[in-house]
């Protein structure tokens, strides 16, 4: 039977859905974008795809632009139940050797062949112990995709045709986000299992559910593509990733630091959702919150370590914050501006790695949300672990602002799970403040 807010939701979408537009004059915003994979080359936004509204949805749109006693009223009346959802990978290893005696960890795949898809760099590392793994492991090595630097349909398309599908080929993304991302979109094209081999600490893509798909001539953001779980084996070698640059584990930081930040402003907007598709749980704030503690206690010490190539426990527990926790805490506690912002970066073509323009977006996040005190903090660890050198080199001129901010406001980025009003004026006017507190600090 039909419940009496579902009757007035239907009458309040019917009275609005000709007028309905969000502060930024695009088409209301939903949830974050994502790409069905029915058939690759057929891929499409789901936000184009014949899908019902939400109550959720319905009070996103109501609520943005202010924040009333009003409106506070139609959020309760109007909001459905949602309920918190957790997801992570299978299974994640860490260690020294990870790699080399990871046969154990294959055996267990119900797989005939192993498919190899990485970079040059990432593969000259960690090929060898990869194939001994898998083949001490009774299973074939298929063969290897090489020199992935981005992840766009060709690249995808030449994976899945180096693959067998139904689960015969066990798919193995090594490297970074790219070969990552490729790996992840092959294993839904062959419907197979997933493991990651990250060879540095940037990201947390290794144990993320979604990818992000480039245009291969261009390198233009084209969406995300989801896969219905996690990878299903996390493997991080840490003396693999102690031979890194440095700045590729700052840039990690970068990105692990902006968690908890975002979880928060997600758990204080009562519409939002998270990327594993419900709201944040507590276990997800409590991750959320290590990835800042971790940081601050040991972020330094485990610079100092990776410019050494050593592995230390300092070392060792950063690798797993910026891989383990930050990945598990960014689905699971949702993301905010500073993603946001990330992603308007892409869009306007802005060179800054993946961790800095994250980092230039949570100080802009902060400035939104007039959080000066966490602003400061915050700065002052962006000094300690040299996180302020690489956002000095991103260039942000006025024009360029305004474009980011553009961008960070379309409708599927995650600006609109804030729970303050943004408009592209005030996203541009944080983005610029951000950028000059970042400056001056080194003044």
Known sequence: MTRWWQW?????????????RNTSGSAPRSRRSRTTVASYGTAIPTEH?????????????????????????????????????FQAPAV????????????????????????????????????????????????AHRGTVRGVD???????????????????????????????????????????????????????????????????????????????????????????????????LRYGMADALATVFEARAVARTPAAETVAGGRPSDAALAVAERCYDNVRAHGVDAVAAAERDAVTPAFGTIVETN????????????LAAAHAYQEGFTRAGVDAPHGVAVAVGLLAQLVLEG??????????????????????EVDLDGDRAAEVAAHACESDTPMHNEPVTVTEPRAR????VAERRARDVRS
């Open 371 to 392: 959080r000066d005190d966490a602003l400061a903090d915050l700065l002052g660890v962006y000094v300690d672990l040299g996180i302020d050198a690489d956002i000095e």
């Open 92 to 139: 994640y290893r860490q260690g020294d050797d990870a790699l080399a005696t990871a046969d154990r960890e294959f055996a267990a795949f119900d797989a005939s062949d192993a498919l190899l898809i990485g970079g040059e760099t990432a593969l000259s590392v960690a090929e060898e112990p990869l194939s001994n793994a898998i083949r001490a492991a009774g299973l």
């Open 150 to 248: 981005r992840c766009s349909r060709e690249t995808v398309s030449d994976c899945v045709g180096r693959g067998a599908p139904g689960g015969e080929t066990l798919v193995v993304g090594v490297g970074g986000g790219h070969a990552l991302d490729a790996a992840t979109i092959t294993a839904i094209e062959l419907d197979a299992p997933l493991v990651t081999v990250p060879t540095v600490a940037s990201t947390d893509a290794p144990c993320s559910s979604i990818a992000a798909l480039y245009d291969h001539e261009t390198g233009a953001y084209e969406g995300i593509v989801q896969r219905d779980r996690n990878p299903d084996l996390v493997v991080v070698d840490t003396e693999v990733l102690a031979a890194a640059p440095p700045r590729f």
């Open 429 to 432: 006017d944080a983005l610029v």
């Open 49 to 85: 795809a014949s899908a019902p509204r939400t109550a959720g949805a319905a009070v996103g749109e109501l609520g943005r632009g202010f924040r009333s006693v009003e409106t506070l009223l139609w959020s309760f009346l109007l909001q459905q139940p949602m309920f918190a959802r």
């Open 8 to 20: 007035l939701w239907h009458a309040t979408v019917a009275s609005s859905a000709a007028g309905d």
């Open 323 to 334: 891989t383990l926790l930050s990945g598990v805490g960014f689905e699971n506690g949702g």
